[in-house]
Structure formats: structure tokens, C-alpha cells
């Protein structure tokens, strides 16, 4: 069933693909009629949603089904409307549903902090100071052969 799931968006816009070309209609978009029919992925959406735990809202693994679902649908009907996607309502309409579902979820930002300079300072000399070393180690044991020849 989810495997199903999955393809459906897919085959809906390779559907739409041939069908129309994947362009907007030439006779404009009809923002009214996309306004309904992104109402309807929102719907669906919605519904998608209230079965997922509100507890899981944040973690992307448990609702991309359904958001790839989502995506798929607002695009098929921006296009199917005449209309390029994404477009000013069209997002305005996905920024809206992100508010609904998303505006708790805060990543966790990890505070850095610079190396103490004692430290910092060992981390740069230390392999300077190494590559100095190994190259005089190399100039030493070649002069080193040049006279044994």
C-alpha cells in the first residue's frame, strides 16, 4: 500500500507530462481555480496528518509520504490551472499549511566555541612544525646517498 502510495504523485505527473507537456496553459492561469484545488491538497493533507502522531510532526521520516504526496498534488493542480509552480499563492498556500503543522519545530542550533589559544595554537604549529621535520629528513637522507655515490 505505501509502495503505492509513493508512485502515485509520480504517475500523476508523468501523466500530466504527456498530457499537457508540463506547460502552463496559454490562455493564463486561473488563480481562482488553483486556489480551490491546492485547497483540496491541503484537505488531503490535513487528513494525512491528524493520523500521524503531533508528537512526530518534527521528525521528517514519519510524514514525507505524505508530503511528497502534497507537494506532487500542489504542483499537478498549479498546472493543470495555467499556472507555473511555484507561483506567489501557491506558496503563500504551502507557507501557510508549514505554519499549521510546523512552526514548533526548532532545530536545535549547537552553540560552537573557539579552542582555547593554548590549544589552538599546538593544533596549527604541531603539523607545521612536522612538515618541516620531514622535509629536512628528506634533504638530509638524500644528500646522505648522494655521497655514497
Known sequence: MERRAR????????????????????GGCNETRMLEM?????????DAMCKVDARKWCDLSAFIVHYESFTSCTQVETTVAGCYWPNAPAQGFITGIHRQFFSNCILDETHWEDLPDELLILLIAGPVLLT????GLVVWCSRRTDQQL
Do not use: E, H, I, Y
Open 132 to 135: 618541516v621535520a620531514m622535509a
Open 38 to 46: 491546492l485547497s483540496r491538497c491541503g484537505k488531503a493533507f490535513v
Open 7 to 26: 508512485r502515485l504523485p509520480k504517475l500523476l505527473t508523468l501523466l500530466q507530462l504527456l498530457l499537457c507537456g508540463g506547460c502552463p496553459r496559454v
